[in-house]
């Protein structure tokens, strides 16, 4: 009887030491998978603050008007280039406004 006991004893100790190690491990494991996780959630925050800097430089008033010159071809308005609308005749022409002499 005291050998079943002895023997039962020490299958249960096998069996926690088993249960333990796996434990051990799978704490490893995920204490990895974390440190993995929270390296790619920074290396994303500072990518966001990468392409949120770089917008900002792309929207300045001075690259706006860089790329208008450039590449839609527009041009600063000056007195040479505008005309004049008489309003008289622009009234009388509008169906909504009415003509009013």
């Known amino acids: 009887m005291l050998g079943k006991l002895n ?3 020490l299958i249960a100790a096998i069996a926690s030491g088993i249960v333990l190690v796996r434990s051990a491990y799978d704490a490893r494991r995920l204490y990895t ?3 993995r996780a929270r390296n790619e959630a920074n290396r994303l925050e500072l ?6 800097a770089e917008r900002h430089a792309q929207a300045t ?3 706006v008007e860089q790329v208008a010159i450039d590449r839609l071809k527009m041009r ?3 007195p040479a280039v ?3 609308v008489d309003d008289k005749r622009a009234n009388a022409a509008s169906p909504v406004t009415g003509a009013q002499p």
């Open 7 to 9: 023997l039962l004893l």
């Open 76 to 78: 600063p308005i000056t």
């Open 33 to 35: 998978a974390v440190d």
């Open 47 to 52: 990518e966001s603050q990468r392409l949120e």
């Open 82 to 84: 505008s005309q004049d």
């Open 61 to 63: 008033n001075l690259r």
